[in-house]
């Protein structure tokens, strides 16, 4: 038995908590891994894993070893990535979640640039809004957008965008511009729904101020609601890397800008504490340097 292998198929089902899911992503039958760990408990003389009708979990055997494996292989990898990463091409698969239209508008082109000139390496993305489980779903990074970073995330920052509040100037016209966030109470507002139930927030007279918001339409989508803001559908607060476009040319007037209180960080999240492989590092990086710490859309 390929001890490492071993250890390797182990850490898989236990994070998945999937004899089937590991089979899956490794194109190999659940028999053949069933087998793997069956014959690795032999070897250890101990159970690591509890099977029940719906779901494995690790036995206190298990979750002691689970971290030492972890360990091991993360200095495999480091100590062959160290040796061997930087003086190769990159090569092989990067899976990737990324947000929705930021990734449509924002990272397409630059995967696609990062493709082109490293010919061994192939990219899977999947473009979407939730938030992803890195490690039950087999990503090697996840691109995401949020106010506050937890500190407990392996992350690479990549760039900023500011929060705009926005509107046609047709809206405008036909409803008035708010001066101050409590007049936003007396409009239609365009609603994210993946985001914060508590309002809008804002900063007056240097403090934190959230005012509640309320609308006829409501989408999880960034364009849509864009899209619902240059028809003249109400007042989008949405980031200026789907703004900006808009704005410059016409279509949207940017409003209370003298209350704008948050900028929003860009980054990359790793699954855990295991070791970036190479092909993962040079593509993060190679996003990174293209956007750049003040972005084209600021």
Same mark, same amino acid.
């Given at each position: ?12 089902? !236990? ?7 590991? !089979? ?39 979750? !002691? ?25 990159? +090569?092989?698969?990067? +899976? ?8 449509? +508008? ?9 493709? &082109? &000139? ?37 992350? $690479? ?34 609603? =994210? ?10 900063? *007056? ?18 364009? !849509? ?11 989008? +607060?949405?980031? &200026? ?12 007037? *940017? ?18 504490? $295991? =070791? *970036?492989?190479?092909?993962?590092? &040079?593509?993060?990086? =190679? ?6 710490? *003040?972005? =084209?859309?600021?």
């Amino acid at each position: 038995m390929d001890r490492l292998q071993a250890m390797e198929v182990f850490v898989r089902v !236990a994070e998945a908590g999937s004899f089937t899911a590991v !089979a899956d992503r490794l194109n190999v039958a659940r028999s053949a891994i069933t087998r793997q760990i069956a014959a690795l408990e032999a070897h250890l003389g101990t159970k690591l894993l509890a099977r029940s009708t719906r779901r494995l979990s690790l036995t206190s055997s298990g979750s !002691a070893y689970l971290e030492k494996c972890r360990e091991i292989l993360a200095m495999v990898e480091a100590a062959e990535g160290d040796l061997a990463g930087e003086k190769q091409a990159p +090569r092989g698969q990067i +899976r990737a979640s990324v947000p929705m239209s930021f990734g449509v +508008r924002h990272l397409m082109p630059l995967v696609a640039d990062f493709i &082109t &000139t490293n010919p061994e390496v192939s990219v899977d993305v999947e473009f979407s809004d939730r938030r992803v489980n890195l490690i039950e779903e087999g990503m090697d990074f996840a691109v995401r957008i949020s106010e506050h970073i937890d500190p407990s995330l392996v992350i $690479r920052r990549l760039s900023r965008s500011a929060l705009a509040v926005a509107a046609s100037p047709d809206y405008l016209d036909r409803h008035g511009r708010p001066q101050h966030p409590d007049d936003l109470l007396q409009h239609h507002c365009l609603t =994210y729904t993946l985001g914060s139930s508590l309002g809008w927030g804002f900063r *007056v007279d240097g403090e934190p101020y959230s005012v509640p918001i309320k609308g006829r339409f409501r989408a999880n989508n960034g364009d !849509a609601l864009l899209d619902a803001a240059i028809r003249g559908m109400g007042i989008v +607060r949405e980031p &200026t890397f789907l703004t900006s476009q808009a704005v410059r040319a016409g279509l949207l007037e *940017v409003l209370l800008p003298e209350y704008s209180a948050t900028e929003l960080h860009i980054y990359a999240v790793f699954p855990g504490t $295991r =070791y *970036v492989p190479h092909r993962v590092r &040079t593509l993060v990086d =190679y996003l990174a340097e293209r956007i750049g710490p *003040v972005p =084209y859309w600021a």
